[in-house]
T-cell receptor, first 112, second 114 residues
Framework: DVKVTQSSRYLVKRTGEKVFLECVQD?????MFWYRQDPGLGLRLIYF???????EKGDIPEGYSVSREKKERFSLILESASTNQTSMYLC???????????FGPGTRLTVT | KNQVEQSPQSLIILEGKNCTLQ??????????LRWYKQDTGRGPVSLTI?????NTKSNGRYTATLDADTKQSSLHITASQLSDSASYIC?????????????FGTGTRLKVLA
């Protein structure tokens, strides 16, 4: 079974802090994605990566950056956390662009 | 504008009853359509995937239909169980200009009562 793990289930940070969210997949998938999920808005794509050291902006990249130094690991970075970044963050991976996305359990981030 | 709309937003049914969730989309070009189940506090898990030429796809008690002409899909749940309580998300994939995009609906929250 594909397994996508995220470093934390719950996280509380203060405004202005730099926040790192880590995601690891164990199926050698090429593609990895970061989403945020807010009530009534559905999942919105922040960034995605089709290969190591490759990244592309999604629909809402402002205030975020990403890093993919190894194929299995994709990190989301909040450079200076703000209260409007309080959300559920979901990581996903897929074998290729047309294939099913497998999601991690999510990280619920609260910025106070 | 590419959009995926789901209805109803929420639904409450009694255990053992059937229900149908709707997904209408205005996505072009269309690649495929997936239904995901998301338990509270968890990541979504794929239930079915349908391509342009497929009308019906089943996964146990879940049956998805697709009408590519009217751009509508439905997810029918038969003999509901308490464990079916979750959000159900419709996702349409598109391949504009060689890229690949996933367009997510906002989901239907289903509650099954004993």
């Amino acid at each position: 079974d594909v397994k996508v793990t995220q470093s934390s289930r719950y996280l509380v940070k203060r405004t202005g802090e730099k926040v790192f969210l880590e995601c690891v997949q164990d199926m050698d998938h090429e593609n990895m994605f970061w989403y945020r999920q807010d009530p009534g808005l559905g999942l919105r794509l922040i960034y995605f990566s089709y290969d190591v050291k490759m990244k592309e902006k999604g629909d809402i990249p402002e205030g975020y950056s990403v890093s993919r130094e190894k194929k299995e690991r994709f990190s989301l970075i909040l450079e200076s956390a703000s209260t409007n970044q309080t959300s559920m963050y979901l990581c996903a991976s897929s074998f290729s662009k047309a294939y099913e996305q497998y999601f991690g359990p999510g990280t619920r981030l609260t910025v106070t | 504008k590419n959009q995926v709309e789901q209805s109803p937003q929420s639904l409450i049914i009694l255990e053992g009853k059937n229900c149908t969730l709707q997904c209408n989309y205005t996505v072009s070009p269309f690649s495929n359509l997936r239904w995901y189940k998301q338990d509270t506090g968890r990541g979504p898990v794929s239930l079915t995937i349908m391509t342009f030429s497929e009308n019906t796809k089943s996964n146990g008690r879940y049956t998805a239909t697709l009408d590519a002409d009217t751009k509508q899909s439905s997810l029918h749940i038969t003999a509901s169980q308490l464990s079916d309580s979750a959000s159900y998300i419709c996702v349409v994939s598109s391949t504009p200009s060689g890229t690949y995009k996933y367009i997510f609906g906002t989901g239907t929250r289903l509650k099954v009562l004993a």
